[in-house]
């Protein structure tokens, strides 16, 4: 597999993850140009064979790594993973709270042996009361208040993608950056952590602070007290469309748009706030008028006009969408079953460029032999791991 160019090449990464918070963090180190090693037990990653909305974890998480694949209960098999542990500069994992001490794998063992080695954990909690607990993206989403402000009341919902496991591996990768700045300086690594609830919070924070600021309790967002008038679906004639009116100038040519120059003149309407307040009336004229119109009618004039808009889209319709093709942000992606498809890249630009723009998935142990041979086992020693059920190559 040919190592990815850039600010983090040279930077070797051992992952033991499995799921999508620890594999996140390795996949945007990957990106950045780091060697990362996924290490796997000679089944392979669960992750590899999940069905339902869990089909696409392992492709999207995944790419650009080496996978080894080793049995860890044997004792030749972890000596193979300390003898990788002693050349790689990060450890990342996302293990139950203890697994890693079981194993002296947890930071306070490897320091000793390693105190270079920079180890980045991901973890349902941060330490505090609740570290012990295990954690899922939906179990913290209910527990932050993130599920109920986005389903309607009393319906609590998670939101539709795995949200918090994703952002809490880019946390992690953060610090990564971060602890190889703080190595530079005192020459030892040090321990990341990376909380799924205290993530959430996070997210949540907007919210606490209308909270504190307002004294009002926030509603969900589907019984929201709306900032702007005019900030919601629309039912077209051939399909439905995101509008948000959030200026004054913006009301004026949406009233020009849908041949209302009435409302756009009407004294009850001149400010946000008084749209705000008419909304129970005015609502339900717009929405009349829209729902006449043609969904390609709305996008033309509402580009035109600079005024906030969207089809609603589902997932699949991004693989053709012409601002994602044109712009790069497509990366390639070949799975380990040879099926290729486009997937979305980092999105960001570094010095103009988009980062992994050719991504692979390995085959479970596709890299056993390659990584044991760096590591100094000959032939005969891999030949002969593998024939025990060691290592899979």
């Given at each position: 597999?040919?190592?990815?160019e850039?600010?983090?090449k040279?930077i070797r990464v051992?992952?033991?993850t499995h799921?999508v918070?620890?594999?996140?963090?390795?996949?945007?180190?990957?990106?950045?140009?780091a060697?990362?090693?996924k290490?796997?037990?000679?089944?392979?990653d669960?992750?590899r064979?999940?069905?339902?909305?869990?089909a696409?974890?392992f492709?999207t998480?995944?790419?650009?790594?080496?996978?080894?694949?080793?049995?860890?209960?044997?004792?030749e098999g972890?000596?193979?993973?300390?003898?990788?542990?002693?050349?790689?500069?990060?450890?990342v994992e996302n293990?139950r709270?203890?697994?890693?001490?079981e194993?002296?794998?947890?930071?306070?063992?490897l320091?000793?042996?390693?105190?270079?080695?920079?180890?980045?954990s991901?973890?349902?909690?941060?330490?505090?009361p609740?570290e012990?607990?295990?954690?899922?993206d939906e179990?913290?989403?209910?527990?932050?208040g993130?599920?109920?402000m986005?389903?309607?009341p009393?319906r609590?919902?998670?939101?539709?993608?795995?949200?918090n496991d994703?952002?809490?591996g880019?946390?992690?990768?953060?610090?990564?950056f971060a602890?190889l700045?703080?190595?530079?300086?005192t020459?030892?690594?040090l321990e990341?952590?990376?909380g799924l609830?205290?993530?959430?919070a996070?997210?949540?924070?907007?919210h606490?602070?209308?909270?504190?600021k307002?004294?009002?309790?926030p509603?969900?967002?589907?019984?929201?007290h709306?900032?702007?008038?005019?900030y919601?679906v629309f039912e077209?004639?051939d399909g439905?469309?995101?509008i948000?009116?959030v200026?004054?100038?913006?009301?004026?040519?949406?009233?020009?748009f849908?041949?209302?120059?009435?409302l756009?003149a009407?004294?009850?309407?001149?400010?946000?706030?008084?749209?705000v307040?008419?909304?129970?009336?005015?609502m339900?004229?717009l929405?009349?008028?829209?729902?006449?119109?043609d969904v390609?009618d709305?996008?033309?004039e509402l580009?035109?006009?600079?005024?906030?808009y969207?089809?609603?889209a589902?997932p699949?319709?991004?693989?053709?969408d012409?601002?994602?093709?044109a712009?790069?942000?497509?990366?390639r992606l070949?799975?380990?079953d040879?099926?290729e498809?486009r997937?979305p890249?980092l999105?960001l630009t570094?010095?103009?460029?988009r980062l992994?723009?050719?991504?692979?998935i390995?085959?479970l142990?596709e890299?056993t032999?390659?990584v044991?041979a760096?590591?100094?086992?000959d032939g005969?020693a891999?030949?002969r791991?593998?024939?025990?059920?060691t290592?899979?190559?």
């Open positions: 597999m040919r190592m990815a850039g600010p983090l040279g051992v992952e033991l799921m918070m620890g594999p996140t963090c390795g996949m945007v180190l990957s990106d950045f140009g060697d990362v090693i290490v796997e037990p000679v089944g392979g669960k992750t064979t999940l069905r339902g909305l869990g696409g974890f492709r998480f995944n790419r650009n790594k080496r996978s080894v694949a080793l049995d860890m209960d044997k004792p972890m000596e193979a993973l300390h003898q990788l542990l002693a050349t790689a500069d990060v450890f293990f709270p203890g697994r890693m001490g194993s002296g794998l947890d930071y306070a063992s320091s000793k042996r390693y105190p270079r080695l920079i180890c980045v991901h973890k349902g909690f941060l330490p505090g609740y012990h607990r295990k954690a899922l179990v913290v989403q209910m527990m932050s993130l599920a109920y986005t389903g309607p009393g609590p919902l998670r939101m539709g993608a795995s949200v994703i952002m809490g880019i946390f992690g990768a953060l610090g990564v602890a700045r703080e190595r530079e300086q020459g030892r690594g990341v952590q990376s609830f205290e993530n959430c996070f997210l949540a924070a907007q606490m602070q209308q909270y504190a307002t004294g009002v309790e509603q969900p967002m589907p019984a929201r709306h900032a702007w008038a005019v919601d077209a004639r439905q469309v995101f948000a009116v200026s004054d100038g913006q009301w004026r040519s949406f009233c020009e849908i041949a209302r120059p009435d756009g009407d004294d009850r309407l001149q400010s946000n706030n008084d749209r307040t008419a909304r129970p009336w005015l339900p004229q929405r009349e008028i829209v729902g006449a119109m390609a709305l996008k033309r580009d035109a006009r600079g005024i906030p969207a089809p609603i589902r699949q319709d991004l693989f053709e012409p601002h994602l093709k712009s790069g942000a497509l990366g070949r799975s380990d040879g099926q498809s997937i890249l999105p570094f010095g103009g460029r992994g723009q050719e991504a692979r390995a085959a142990g890299h032999g390659e044991l760096e590591l100094g086992y005969a891999i030949a791991l593998q024939a025990e059920g290592v899979r190559a």
